[in-house]
C-alpha cells in the first residue's frame, strides 16, 4: 500500500514536471514570436530602404560623370588662350566655361553631399554618439530639404519662363538660357532627393537600424 502511494506520488512529480516544461515552451515561443513581430513592426520600410539606394546610386554615376566636366572646362579656357593669343578671340568661351563650371558645381553637388564631402564646423559634432548624431542631423536635414525644394520651385518656374520667351543672354554670343537652367533643376532636384534619402537614414539610426 506503502509502495502504491509512493508510486503514485511520483508519478504526479513526473506530471506537473511535464506541465512545467510544457508551459515554458510555450512562454519561450510566445517570446520568440513577439519580439519577431516587434522587430518587423520597428523595421523600416522595405520601399524607404529602396529609395535611399536608388538615389545614391544614380546620384554616385552622375557625380562621377560631372567630374570629367572639369577637363572640359579646361579646354574651353585654353581654346579661349590660344584664340587670344594666335586667333580672333572666340565670342563664346567665356559663357561656355560659365555654364561648363555650373554643371560641374551643380550635377556633383549630390555626389558631394552622399560623400559628406561638404565642409562642416566639427566643435562638438565629433565627439557625439551616432544616437544624437542623428537628432541634430534630422532637424538641420530638414531646413535644407525646405531651402531646396523653394530653389527647386523657383527654378521650374524660371525654366518655363524661358521656354515660353525664349530667353537668351544679353551679351554677344546671345546663347539660350532654358539649356543651363534645365541642368540646375536636374543638379537641385539630385540634392533635394539625397537629403531626403539622408532624412531616411536618420529616422533608422534612431531607431537602431542602420542602411
Not at 81 to 87: C, E, G, H, S
Request: glycine share 8%; aromatic share 10%; proline share 2%.
Amino acid at each position: 500500500m506503502i509502495k502504491k502511494q509512493g508510486d503514485e506520488s511520483h508519478h504526479g512529480i513526473d506530471c506537473i514536471r511535464a506541465l512545467c516544461g510544457f508551459s515554458c515552451r510555450i512562454s519561450d515561443g510566445l517570446a520568440v514570436a513577439l519580439s519577431r513581430s516587434a522587430a518587423e513592426a520597428i523595421a523600416m520600410p522595405r520601399a524607404a530602404i529602396a529609395f535611399v539606394r536608388i538615389v545614391e546610386a544614380v546620384n554616385y554615376r552622375i557625380g562621377r560623370i560631372a567630374m570629367y566636366l572639369f577637363l572640359v572646362l579646361a579646354g574651353v579656357l585654353l581654346w579661349s588662350v590660344i584664340t587670344k593669343a594666335f586667333f580672333r578671340p572666340a565670342l563664346w568661351t567665356q559663357e561656355m566655361a560659365q555654364f561648363t563650371m555650373v554643371g560641374y558645381f551643380v550635377l556633383g553637388g549630390a555626389y558631394s553631399l552622399m560623400l559628406n564631402a561638404h565642409v562642416r564646423m566639427d566643435l562638438l559634432y565629433g565627439h557625439w554618439s551616432p544616437r544624437r548624431r542623428a537628432v541634430i542631423d534630422s532637424m538641420t536635414v530638414l531646413a535644407l530639404i525646405f531651402f531646396l525644394a523653394v530653389t527647386l520651385w523657383g527654378g521650374v518656374e524660371s525654366t518655363i519662363y524661358a521656354f515660353e520667351v525664349g530667353e537668351r543672354s544679353r551679351t554677344v554670343w546671345r546663347p539660350y538660357m532654358a539649356p543651363i537652367k534645365i541642368v540646375i533643376c536636374v543638379g537641385v532636384l539630385l540634392m533635394l532627393l539625397q537629403s531626403i534619402a539622408f532624412l531616411i537614414r536618420d529616422i533608422a539610426t534612431l531607431r537602431g537600424e542602420r542602411i
